[in-house]
């Protein structure tokens, strides 16, 4: 085998490779030789095949096979021989010509082909002792816990039937019927619906042209969708809706009790603090992580500055692309209504694609060399966390991540990173730094921006079977739902 670099410009290669016919013969005498002895041919013998006969008939098929083991086995000896990684997988081109292929399968012609990528530059290491880094915290007061207490509450409040008008806080059962230009439309009939007034539940008027009602009325309400509506069809248009009050019902009062816990299935009121706590902290603590993990990347991306391969960026930039125009879309917006152009978004984009392809590269060569493992324990755990995602499809996920590589090394890939970065935490100055709740929510413009532009990420979602949609919630009178993106960690945008 002739090997050749006929390429080395910054971070490309391309490798020419000869493999001269005796020695593509000799590797396919070495496979007749070896079926001799296994195949069996009515008219002769085992082991009694003459090889011409065994080349006549199988001869192709096998030279075919010699190439593949050769196309398989060569690129990476190559590359170990070289001491390179190749960022992506390497491009291999050969002959299109089909008279020339079929001389190279007849055992006479020498098999040509090259091998183009790009290898991943060398990073040399560097001291972190330096790195300082402000940890806020936000102790959560026990003020904080109760309020969150009495909203739990609220959904498990009790109701009693009443005469009398409905005033602010009562709740109301009614049926309906929505019209948009006199046509019922799809989704706005119900019977049986309970709405609180006041709640803001449902769209802005509806619930203030209830108050007063009482059981039996029959009232018309006239309402405007919200421009911005979920329901595009509904968006900005004019309704009716005609309104039957079956039932006027006064709240309970609400207590901070035992009893409470238990109607909410614990044992008592303490240990419904316990839960909250926990809760609150643990979200807080998530926007502490963020926030820190978000400051040693913009110094390691400070720190670390060298060409990043263009396929990986490339590769990059199209999932994030993909992403931005999706939810353009979905939203029914243009680049214009972002303040921003087409030709501005890609170029912020392309910026943020290289920056995450840089610190991958950091984060991957860092972790390396730590000797960073993520165990077996760990890759099942995520695994089973991944597949609950997916209620009564289950096993159809847990199978096709189990047997595709690729796919499970997507659900490593944020396991591995959060390590590493534990495991820079560990040498960098880190000062804790007691903050409010207001302080520690508060995110600059860059946050948001990169909160925005994740990418799900992982973006291991993308290669597992798709979920069943959700069933469709009625289009109205409800308010418009908060958008997923809206609640997503700014995490994820790394």
Not at 235 to 243: E, I, S
Not at 304 to 318: D, G
Request: hydrophobic letters at 40%.
């Amino acid at each position: 085998m002739q090997v050749t670099e006929t390429l080395n410009a910054g971070l490309k290669r391309e490798i020419q490779v000869v493999v001269p016919a005796q020695d593509m013969e000799a590797r396919l005498l070495e496979r007749l030789n070896d079926a001799k002895g296994k195949v069996r041919i009515n008219g002769f013998r085992p082991g009694k095949v003459p090889l011409q006969h065994l080349r006549k008939m199988y001869g192709k098929s096998m030279m075919a096979e010699v190439v593949n083991d050769i196309l398989s086995k060569s690129t990476s000896s190559i590359l170990t021989d070289r001491g390179e990684k190749a960022a992506m997988q390497p491009e291999v081109k050969m002959t299109e010509d089909e008279k020339e292929a079929e001389k190279i399968l007849a055992g006479q012609a020498d098999f040509e082909f090259s091998i183009a990528y790009e290898v991943i530059p060398a990073i040399e290491i560097q001291d972190v002792s330096g790195i300082a880094i402000t940890r806020e915290v936000y102790d959560v007061p026990e003020s904080e816990i109760d309020e969150q207490a009495l909203r739990i509450a609220e959904s498990a409040r009790t109701y009693t039937t009443k005469d009398g008008a409905a005033e602010n806080g009562d709740r109301v059962t009614m049926d309906y019927v929505g019209k948009v230009d006199g046509e019922a439309f799809e989704g706005g009939t119900d019977t049986g619906a309970n709405l609180v007034l006041g709640s803001g539940q449902f769209i802005p008027g509806f619930e203030d042209q209830l108050v007063g009602a009482k059981a039996g009325d029959e009232k018309t309400v006239e309402v405007t969708f919200p421009a911005e509506y979920q329901a595009a069809h509904l968006a900005g248009k004019a309704a009716t809706f005609d309104v039957k009050v079956t039932e006027i019902a006064a709240a309970e009062p609400i207590e901070l009790n035992d009893d409470l816990a238990k109607n909410l299935g614990l044992e008592s009121v303490e240990r419904l603090r316990e839960i909250i706590k926990g809760q609150l902290e643990n979200q807080f603590g998530s926007l502490t992580r963020q926030k820190v993990k978000r400051q040693l990347l913009d110094q390691l991306d400070a720190a670390y500055t060298f060409e990043a391969p263009a396929r990986l960026v490339t590769a990059e930039f199209n999932n994030i692309w993909l992403q931005v125009t999706r939810d353009l879309e979905q939203a029914g917006k243009s680049f214009a209504d972002e303040d921003t152009t087409e030709e501005d978004a890609r170029a912020e984009y392309q910026r943020l694609a290289e920056r995450r392809v840089r610190l991958g590269l950091v984060l991957a060569e860092i972790g390396e060399k730590a000797g960073v493992q993520v165990s077996d324990e760990e890759m099942q755990r995520a695994l089973f966390e991944f597949v609950r995602r997916y209620p009564g499809q289950e096993q159809e996920v847990y199978d096709f991540y189990r047997k595709n590589p690729n796919a499970l090394a997507e659900l490593r890939a944020p396991i591995f990173e959060e390590k590493v970065v534990d495991h820079l935490l560990a040498q960098v100055s880190v000062t804790d730094k007691k903050v409010t709740k207001e302080e520690l929510l508060a995110d600059d413009e860059a946050e948001k921006a990169e909160a925005a532009e994740a990418t799900d990420a992982a973006d291991a979602g993308e290669a597992a079977p798709k979920k069943e949609a959700a069933p469709k919630k009625k289009a109205a009178p409800k308010k418009k739902a908060v958008k997923a993106e809206d609640t997503e960690s700014a995490d994820d945008a790394e």
